[in-house]
């Protein structure tokens, strides 16, 4: 059998090289003069064989390294148009969805919040509001409070997110947030 193979090998190999016709030989080129008095000039360094040339499929280039995205903060709207972005920050984009946090731990508010803006983005909503709660009593205001803009930051949430703002004293004021996502791209 492994007769047969080998065969098969060959005349497959010889039928695909029956067009290829041999590349013109470069004339050597004459030796740089030795510093070495002791080899006479007409002595040639005998040249090793060079194995056959193979062709190796090269990989594909990498693509090309996406620009690492700045991080927002409150109230920023770069990449928005003057009116949406206004309109954003007074609270006047129609919301679409609503994510509570409150009593969620740290980990299952990040969890939560993660798999809110996916389908949100998924579904191709745009503005939707995240309740955080506000922290009352405590200095600097709630756990969730602080983290949550920093998760909007974190991959694969920046991804997602255009913009985030306080929202408007009737969706929560401090303790919420308007959170715009953007827009799917056809396939993506």
């Known amino acids: 059998m492994a007769g047969k193979k080998d065969a098969d090998d060959t005349d497959l190999f010889r039928a695909v090289m029956r067009d290829v016709k041999p590349l013109k030989r470069r004339t050597p080129r004459a030796a740089p003069p030795s510093a070495s008095p002791s080899k006479p000039a007409s002595v040639k360094k ?5 194995s056959p040339i193979r062709h190796q499929a090269t ?3 990498p693509p090309p390294a996406r620009p690492k995205q700045s991080s927002i903060g409150h109230g920023d709207i770069a990449g928005l148009d003057r009116r949406t972005g206004q309109r ?58 602080a983290a949550v803009p920093r998760w909007l930051n974190e991959s694969p ?23 715009l996502i953007k827009r799917r791209r056809a396939g993506g």
């Not at 005998?46 to 060079?50: E, N, Q, S, V």
């Not at 984009?93 to 996916?118: K, N």
């Open 46 to 50: 005998a040249t090793p064989k060079k």
């Open 59 to 61: 990989p594909p280039p």
């Open 88 to 145: 954003f920050k007074r609270g006047q984009l129609p919301v679409e969805a609503r994510l509570d946090l409150h009593g969620l731990t740290q980990a299952e508010a990040h969890r939560e919040l993660d798999g809110f803006l996916s389908r949100q983005y998924m579904s191709g909503k745009r503005c939707v509001i995240v309740v955080t709660g506000k922290g009352v009593g405590k200095d600097g205001g709630g756990v969730l409070r």
């Open 157 to 179: 949430n920046r991804d997602k997110v255009l913009a985030f703002e306080y929202a408007r004293q009737k969706d929560g004021g401090a303790g919420a947030l308007y959170v």
